[in-house]
């Protein structure tokens, strides 16, 4: 994919506007830790939301959208899009939550919600293992969808592909020989990275949240862009359709089912794997970005807020966007890769490591020449775009935990804001450092696999961060056991669980769905037996909590007859109405957007109606629930007002 000058022009203003940004915000990010990780608590909803969807619109999403459609067909998505309904119910219970909490990390949270040395010792591992682990792991991945995207557009080596598939070729299982990357490819990537760092460090929050809601333009714009002329060069959707089924056979039309056939005759997805995403998942397993009950990047934006109304309006709009708006023209071209090159799915079920997820960039390439000028630029501002947003939150986030809950709590209380805002910069650059390290390691590691592991990693302990809230139970040896436990059963099953799958009289290993499933139950086991066997926190902590978070339910017994003054929440029941009919307006939208795609209109005309309704019920109880008014609440102006 050759460039010209007018791509060269756009890549470079790309890059100016970006610098600029960090520039302009360099002298805000400077007064405190406040003002650098959460903009002062000062965000409208609006930025913060879309900085939220850009954060999840990294380089690697299309790529692993991509792999998980040539795998299991467009129901394959639903190892993500399950997760909507946690989602929701986030935005509608536990959003206001968070911001009455008034924490700057998640992790924040362990020392209000528990007491003693366990409750520290919690908040500063799981501030390292995020931090200097999970970050590293997400950086790792995102820099190597970025390094697959140069290496199949604009530094593609025709030559060095042939002799490449010669090999592979003659491999006798398909095996793909490790092959070293180009040094042009990692130039542009230490590039990227440097000018990461450099807006990252020095606009804090700010920066990032602004640079962000524009990178996450350009990056759909794009997107929208290649969707629409993969459309275009098979004559139209319908077109591009029947050459997936030509593909296929009677499987393809199997690609683009929705919710895969529940005869079981779907050989794209098997039905006990989708029920598991869908029963199970969004509420058994943590994943960054989709934390059952909320967590980490999304937290500290909804602390970034203005008040609890624009906190609650920024999570539902991320939630919105990130499920209806983003992903038809990450499909349609995952639909235009099965369509130009059936061989990946060929791939992708001969060898599990096999990266499917590479028909993105090839379809870019393919299409390389109907481009007009400029749109190749564009495509590769898209890519930038989309992996700098990724990487400046990761930085900005990770740096958090380790300010905030590490050196700030552990190393140097009285550290000044001075000492803090430098210790900030730094921090952000050894995150910065690690997600390089993460990079070499995970070269070979297909991005939809990673995304697997992550979730089979954190199974479990879901559960335990939403029932945290309401019942009054729960303790710091609870979550401590969820975490190891989960990382005990993850270790087991990687280690062994073909041994295992063939001891219960099974053909095949366990596919990752079973695997999280395994690891949830096992977990979940633990951690309440270790509940019951440890003692409750003290009455005087719970009862510090209650009073400020102020969470409803009737799982707080004891606590709320010694607080009887509390004026708790009301409307928990409400909340989940709302949650579940907003999960219903994004499984309404996702098929009715297709399926006008791909001119279905009698089933798109059923699923517009559904989301119709379902948005009327929303608009109704969002009214009940949020109001007009942002005024902040007496526990929002009671916060404390120190920078911290």
């Known amino acids: 994919m050759t460039l010209t000058t007018i791509d060269f022009l756009i890549i470079a203003l790309y890059f100016v506007l970006t610098l600029g940004i960090g520039f302009w915000f360099r002298s805000r990010a400077s007064k405190d830790i406040s003002e650098y990780f959460i903009s002062g608590r000062s965000l409208p909803w609006w930025i913060a939301g879309t900085s939220m969807v850009a954060t999840t619109f990294a380089a690697d999403t299309p790529l692993a959208v991509t792999g998980l459609t040539i795998q299991d067909g467009m129901a394959g998505n639903w190892v993500w899009w399950a997760f909507a309904l946690g989602g929701m119910i986030t935005v509608f219970v536990y959003a206001k939550l968070w911001r009455r909490a008034g924490v700057m990390t998640d992790v924040e949270l362990v020392e209000m919600r528990y007491a003693g040395k366990p409750a520290a010792i919690l908040r500063g591992t799981r501030a390292i293992y995020v931090a200097l682990i999970v970050n590293p792991i997400i950086i790792g991945w995102v820099t190597k969808a970025m390094i697959t995207v140069l290496n199949e557009t604009i530094l593609f080596d025709p030559i060095a592909a042939a002799e490449l598939a010669e090999l592979v070729a003659q491999s006798p299982n398909g095996e793909i020989p490790v092959q070293p990357i180009p040094m042009m490819t990692w130039v542009i990537i230490v590039g990227t990275l440097s000018l990461v760092a450099v807006y990252g460090m020095l606009s804090g929050m700010w920066g990032v949240a602004i640079t962000d809601s524009i990178q996450f333009c350009f990056a759909m714009f794009g997107c929208i862009a290649l969707a629409y002329l993969a459309i275009d060069h098979f004559g139209g959707a319908t077109e591009l359709e029947a050459q997936v089924i030509a593909n296929f056979g009677e499987e393809g039309a199997a690609a683009f089912n929705f919710i895969p056939d529940l005869t079981g005759s779907n050989a794209w997805m098997p039905v006990y794997a989708f029920l598991i995403m869908l029963l199970v998942q969004w509420w058994a ?4 970005g989709a934390e059952p009950g909320g967590g980490g990047y999304v937290v500290q934006r909804m602390a970034a807020c203005k008040d609890e ?4 309006l920024a999570t539902l709009w991320y939630q919105i966007a990130h499920y209806c708006v983003r992903p038809w023209p990450w499909l349609i071209v995952a639909f235009a890769a099965l369509a130009m090159f059936p061989e990946l799915r060929a791939g992708e079920l001969a060898n599990p490591d096999f990266d499917s997820g590479v028909g993105f960039p090839r379809v870019m390439r393919a299409l390389s020449g109907e481009m007009g000028y400029g749109l190749r630029g564009l495509l590769v501002v898209t890519f930038l775009a989309a992996f700098m947003s ?19 709590r552990f190393v140097k209380p009285d550290a000044t804001n001075r000492e803090l805002t430098i210790a900030s910069r730094w ?4 995150v910065l450092v690690g997600g390089g390290v993460a990079t070499v390691m995970m070269i070979n590691v297909s991005i939809d696999a990673a995304w697997k592991i992550l979730l089979a990693l954190g199974a479990g302990t879901g559960a335990v961060f939403m029932l945290r809230w309401f019942w009054w139970r729960i303790n710091a040896w609870t979550e401590i056991a969820s975490m190891v436990a989960s990382l005990l059963f993850f270790t087991i099953l990687s280690l062994y669980s073909e041994d295992i799958a063939q001891a219960v009289g099974l053909e095949q290993d366990f596919r990752d769905e079973v695997k999280m499933l395994l690891v949830a139950v096992a977990s979940i086991v633990v951690w309440l037996g270790v509940t019951f066997m440890t003692a409750p926190e003290l009455p005087e902590t719970l009862d510090n909590f209650y009073r400020k978070v102020r969470p409803g339910g009737v799982f707080w017994g004891p606590v709320a007859k010694r607080n009887p003054s509390v004026n ?5 029941g409400l909340s989940i109405v709302a949650a579940l009919c907003s ?3 994004v499984y309404s939208v996702i ?11 009698g089933e798109a005309a059923k699923c517009g109606a559904a989301a119709v309704f379902f948005g009327v019920v929303v608009a109704v109880l969002v009214g009940k629930l949020v109001g007009p008014g942002g005024d902040p609440t007496q526990s929002e102006k009671n916060e404390a007002t120190d920078p911290s």
């Open 583 to 585: 999960a219903g307006i």
């Open 591 to 601: 098929p009715c957007i297709g399926n006008i795609i791909f001119k279905h209109y």
């Open 568 to 572: 708790v929440d009301q409307n928990v």
């Open 390 to 408: 990724t990487l400046s939150t990761q930085m900005n986030w990770g740096a958090s935990y380790l300010v905030r809950d590490v050196y700030q």
């Open 309 to 312: 109304r624009h906190s609650l």
């Open 285 to 288: 397993t943590w994943y960054p």
């Open 427 to 430: 921090l952000s650059m050894l």
